[in-house]
């Protein structure tokens, strides 16, 4: 079993930034993948950004330019930099890790990122 603990969400107006982190109870090195994703109210989960244990990145066209994923084996950490925030960037947004050799797919608690206009 794997706890992800995502951290660094809050209020912000748009232009502005946050950084998201999340923090695993295993480490990343077996990571096959991890990412955010979020869920904004009346919507369905979306994925925002993904990174492969190659560092390859793959991101949602609505974040491209503005967002960007990284990943800190040492400290089983993935992050999240969000520059030039929206209101529509508004949601929970909820950390991901699937690893290799284990079926299961585990997801953080979520944090809350609300962008006033």
């Known amino acids: 079993q794997v706890q992800l603990v995502e951290s660094g969400g809050g209020l912000v107006q748009a232009g502005g930034s946050l950084r998201l982190s999340c923090v695993a109870s295993r480490s990343t090195f077996n990571i096959y993948t991890m990412g955010w994703y979020r869920q904004a109210p009346g919507k369905q989960r979306e994925l925002v950004a993904i990174?492969?244990?190659?560092?390859?990145?793959n991101y949602a066209d609505s974040v491209k330019g503005r967002f960007i994923i990284s990943r800190d084996n040492a400290e089983n950490t993935v992050y999240l930099q969000m520059n030039s925030l929206k209101p529509e960037d508004t949601a929970v947004y909820y950390c991901n890790a699937n690893y290799y050799g284990d079926v299961r797919i585990y997801w953080g608690q979520g944090t809350q990122v609300t962008v006033s206009p």
């Open positions: 990174i492969a244990s190659n560092g390859g990145t």
